[in-house]
T-cell receptor, first 110, second 117 residues
Framework: GDSVTQMEGPVTLSEEAFLTINCTYT??????LFWYVQYPGEGLQLLLK?????DKGSNKGFEATYRKETTSFHLEKGSVQVSDSAVYFC?????????FGAGTRLTVKP | GAVVSQHPSRVICKSGTSVKIECRSL??????MFWYRQFPKQSLMLMAT?????????EQGVEKDKFLINHASLTLSTLTVTSAHPEDSSFYIC?????????????FGPGTRLTVT
C-alpha cells in the first residue's frame, strides 16, 4: 500500500539557518502531497501542498516540489525563525486513502 | 511508538442513520484528541478538538449537533455522525498527543472511510 517515510527528528537549528526535512513516498497511483505543521498544543495545519508532478507548493517561506522521478517531497526553508519551531508532517492523499509520515520536530534557537 | 486506533476502518450506512466512530489511544493517555475530515485529493480539515471531561471545541462551519463528540476517558474519543447524508461521506481521521512527557507529537489513527448511501 501507499506509505510515507519522513526524516526522523528532532532537528535543532539556529535562527536564520537553512532547513531541509526529507520526505519520500510510495504510491501505486498519483497522489497529492502535503506538508502539515503542528504547533505545541494545537491541531494540524496545512502548510503547503502539491497535486501533480513538478508542482511546487509554497507558504510562509517554506517550499516543497513534487518529484515523481525520485518519489520525494522534501520541505525546505532558506532562513528559519524561532516561530517555526513545531512538528512537521509529510502526507499523501489519493481518492481512497491518506497516509502521514511520523512527523519531524523542529526546534529553532535564537 | 504510540499507537492510535480507529474503529471501524470502513462503514457504509443508509441516509438518515447515525454512525459512531471510535478513536483510542492504545498505550498512552490523551487529554486532547483531534478529529479531521478529508475529501478525496484534498487536505485535512480540522473539525474539532476533543477534550477529556469537557465539551469539544468545534471549528467554524462545523455543525456541533451533527457531529457529536464525546471524550469520556483519557483513552477514548467518539465521533457520532447523526442523521447522516451522502454529503457526509468522507474520510475521518483522529489524532492524539501523548501528554505524559514534554512531547507534543500527534499520533494519527488510520482513519475511517464513511460512505452514506
Amino acid at each position: 500500500g501507499d506509505s510515507v517515510t519522513q526524516m526522523e527528528g528532532p532537528v535543532t537549528l539556529s535562527e536564520e539557518a537553512f532547513l531541509t526535512i526529507n520526505c519520500t513516498y510510495t504510491a501505486t497511483g498519483y497522489p497529492s502531497l502535503f506538508w502539515y505543521v503542528q504547533y505545541p498544543g494545537e491541531g494540524l495545519q496545512l502548510l503547503l501542498k502539491a497535486t501533480k508532478a513538478d508542482d511546487k507548493g509554497s507558504n510562509k517561506g517554506f517550499e516543497a516540489t513534487y518529484r515523481k522521478e525520485t518519489t520525494s517531497f522534501h520541505l525546505e526553508k532558506g532562513s528559519v525563525q524561532v516561530s517555526d519551531s513545531a512538528v512537521y508532517f509529510c502526507a499523501l492523499s489519493d481518492p481512497d486513502d491518506m497516509r502521514f509520515g511520523a512527523g519531524t520536530r523542529l526546534t529553532v534557537k535564537p | 511508538g504510540a499507537v492510535v486506533s480507529q474503529h471501524p476502518s470502513r462503514v457504509i450506512c443508509k441516509s438518515g442513520t447515525s454512525v459512531k466512530i471510535e478513536c483510542r489511544s492504545l498505550d498512552f493517555q490523551a487529554t486532547t484528541m483531534f478529529w479531521y475530515r478529508q475529501f478525496p485529493k484534498q487536505s485535512l480539515m480540522l473539525m474539532a478538538t476533543s477534550n477529556e471531561g469537557s465539551k469539544a471545541t468545534y471549528e467554524q462551519g462545523v455543525e456541533k449537533d451533527k457531529f457529536l463528540i464525546n471524550h469520556a476517558s483519557l483513552t477514548l474519543s467518539t465521533l457520532t455522525v447523526t442523521s447522516a447524508h451522502p454529503e457526509d461521506s468522507s474520510f475521518y481521521i483522529c489524532s492524539a498527543s501523548d501528554t505524559s512527557g514534554a512531547s507534543y507529537e500527534q499520533y494519527f489513527g488510520p482513519g475511517t472511510r464513511l460512505t452514506v448511501t
